[in-house]
């Protein structure tokens, strides 16, 4: 029998991945369901009442609009047109996670995934991202195709807390 061993690095990265590919497969989004997990900007939601948000991108490297602001527990139905030549996606998140996300592109160019908090547009196509904001904050969206995110093709959502509901009888 060989014994392999690797290196620290190697094995947070091998840690990563198999976290990630095992969230990805556990959230139901590739089956069509909406039972994804619960991450610190929301959770995937059904487009049934969901207000509607047009998202351009371009090879300029920008998203119009560059800033969304929604209300806590708001349902976004975004539909997502790439204007440009090339590939670009649209990726929900923290700046740390998205920060994570587009160093690990770079080391993997060719990784694939599929989770409802992102989508992959072909040029002069659309994609779409249903997403319920059911956590207050200021968060990101991004293009973490190499080199895109570093060009700054970045966007802000800020999702605003929800009014309190007051006393009820």
């Known amino acids: 029998m060989q014994n392999f061993t690797i290196g620290k690095p190697a094995a947070a990265l091998a840690l990563s991945l198999t976290l990630t590919f095992a969230a990805a497969a556990g959230s139901g989004h590739a089956a069509g369901r909406h039972d994804a997990e619960q991450t610190p900007w929301g959770i995937a939601a059904a487009a049934k009442g969901a207000r509607t948000i047009e998202v351009r991108m371009g090879d300029d490297m920008r998203f119009v609009p560059d800033r969304i602001e929604v209300r806590q527990g708001e349902t976004v139905r975004f539909v997502v047109r790439n204007k440009g030549k090339v590939l670009h996606e649209m990726v ?78």
């Open 92 to 169: 929900i998140g923290t700046p740390e996670a998205l920060r994570e996300h587009a160093a690990l592109m770079k080391r993997f160019p060719k990784m694939e995934h599929d989770e409802p908090h992102m989508t992959h547009v072909k040029s002069g196509r659309k994609g779409q991202i249903v997403w319920n904001f059911n956590r207050p904050g200021t968060f990101q969206f991004a293009c973490l195709i190499p080199g895109h995110y570093d060009a700054g093709m970045t966007g802000t959502i800020v999702v605003t807390p929800a009014a309190p509901q007051g006393n009820k009888p």
